[in-house]
Structures are given as C-alpha cells and as structure tokens.
Nanobody
Framework: QVQLVESGGGLVQAGGSLRLSCAAS????????MGWFRQAPGKEREFVGG????????YYADSVKGRFTISKDNAKNTVYLEMNSLRPEDAAVYYC????????????????WGQGTQVTVSS
C-alpha cells in the first residue's frame, strides 16, 4: 500500500550541493519516522539521518552533521535531504525508508523502502 519514490540524484562536483526528494503515496505518515540511508559499492548500508514525521525532530550521522539537512512537506507527503559541501566519500545510492514510531539507525528496522537514487561526486 505504501510506496516511496526517491528523486534528485545525479552527478555533482566536490563542494557542490544536491537535494534529494522522497515522495510517499498510499497514506499519510502520521506516527511514522523517515530515514535516509546510503550504500556505496562493497560497503554496508549506512544511516545518514532521519526525521520523526509528527514532531519534525531530526537526527544525523556524525559524518554528515552540519552539511546535510532533512526537512518535510506534510501536504506533499515528501521528505527532503539537502546535501551541501559534498565530498567524494558521499557518493552512493541513497535510499529513503519508513517505519512506525521512532527514528532508528539500523536499516533492518524499516519496513518500507524506496528504489534508491544514485549520487556521484567528482573531484
């Protein structure tokens, strides 16, 4: 019933910015938490950040804190990941995910997942 669709990925030069979108359909995410994850080739899926839908409280991994910002648009059922000062190590496939209750940092705790969008950072 619930579907998540990511968009906004692409190629960006180091130091540049990119904004990813995650649009949800099927229902409102009242009572849910949204997470952003990324996975580079040969690497584990890594927690980037998350937002609690109702309160707007956000959480960030240390590696992106101060550079990335998560926000949401209730009317559009959409979550955004704004990425600034991008580094080559930020290159990965980025996924949005949803689960009930609180934001979690473990990917297996999320029930709903998008297809992912590729972010490439060149030097």
């Amino acid at each position: 019933q619930v579907q998540l669709v990511e968009s906004g990925g692409g190629l960006v030069q180091a130091g540049g910015s990119l904004r990813l979108s995650c649009a949800a359909s099927g229902r409102t995410f009242s009572g849910y938490a949204m997470g952003w994850f990324r996975q580079a080739p040969g690497k584990e899926r890594e927690f980037v950040g998350g937002i609690h839908w109702n309160s707007g409280r956000t959480y960030y991994a240390d590696s992106v804190k101060g550079r990335f910002t998560i926000s949401k648009d209730n009317a559009k059922n959409t979550v955004y990941l704004e990425m600034n000062s991008l580094r080559p190590e930020d290159a990965a496939v980025y996924y949005c995910a949803a689960r009930l209750f609180a934001v979690a940092i473990v990917s297996t705790q999320y029930k709903y997942w998008g297809q992912g969008t590729q972010v490439t950072v060149s030097s």
